[in-house]
T-cell receptor, first 109, second 114 residues
Framework: SQTIHQWPATLVQPVGSPLSLECTVE??????LYWYRQAAGRGLQLLFY??????ISSEVPQNLSASRPQDRQFILSSKKLLLSDSGFYLC????????FGEGSRLTVL | AQSVTQLDSQVPVFEEAPVELRCNYS??????LFWYVQYPNQGLQLLLK??????LVKGINGFEAEFNKSQTSFHLRKPSVHISDTAEYFC????????????FGAGTRLAVHP
């Protein structure tokens, strides 16, 4: 079965600083990959999804971007963080069912 | 557009009592339905899913859910909860009938008290 690794697990960044969250998947190939954000006390919002290398679809306009340089690597980035970017970011993988990583908690101060 | 409504943001319950977490969805097409559980500072774990067939679906940890097409509901139930069931529970729908691009509800926080 697939395993999803996310890092860093926790991150505290100042407003205006860049961001890079990484997600790698093991145990499968050609997965669909997703980035979700969970804001405090709220549900999950789909940010990006990818069906293959270099193929990224954005679900909502925002300050973030995503890239998929390799089949099992999915990166979430920002050039300048905003306070509203704080949240719990979850990477997910689907080759059938949807599996989630352990998440990365971002606090922007 | 499809949406998922979890009617209760928080559900307090005593240990060994039964619990029902409510979920309603809106969709004009066939859907897949899911319940996920999230323990503090962790990712989401699949509890159960409805794809087709029997409307009563059994999942892990003693949970079950019933798909009701006429009421567009997929409520989660457990006859006797444990302290360890304290967590956030998310209902989700796949509007395309597949596993991609799930739409999640806002979540229900289940708090089990001794």
């Amino acid at each position: 079965s697939q395993t999803i690794h996310q890092w860093p697990a926790t991150l505290v960044q100042p407003v205006g600083s860049p961001l890079s969250l990484e997600c790698t998947v093991e145990g499968t190939s050609n997965p669909n990959l997703y980035w979700y954000r969970q804001a405090a006390g709220r549900g999950l919002q789909l940010l990006f999804y990818s069906v293959g290398i270099g193929q990224i679809s954005s679900e909502v306009p925002q300050n973030l971007s995503a890239s998929r340089p390799q089949d099992r690597q999915f990166i979430l980035s920002s050039k300048k963080l905003l306070l509203s970017d704080s949240g719990f970011y979850l990477c997910a993988c689907s080759t059938g069912e949807l599996f989630f990583g352990e998440g990365s908690r971002l606090t922007v101060l | 557009a499809q949406s998922v409504t979890q009617l209760d943001s928080q559900v307090p319950v005593f240990e060994e009592a039964p619990v029902e977490l409510r979920c309603n969805y809106s969709s004009s097409v066939s859907v897949y339905l899911f319940w996920y559980v999230q323990y503090p500072n962790q990712g989401l774990q699949l509890l159960l899913k409805y794809l087709s067939g029997s409307t009563l679906v059994k999942g892990i940890n003693g949970f079950e859910a019933e798909f009701n097409k006429s009421q567009t509901s997929f409520h989660l139930r457990k006859p006797s909860v444990h302290i360890s069931d304290t967590a956030e529970y998310f209902c989700a729908v796949s509007p395309s009938g597949g596993y991609n691009k799930l739409i999640f509800g806002a979540g229900t926080r289940l708090a089990v008290h001794p």
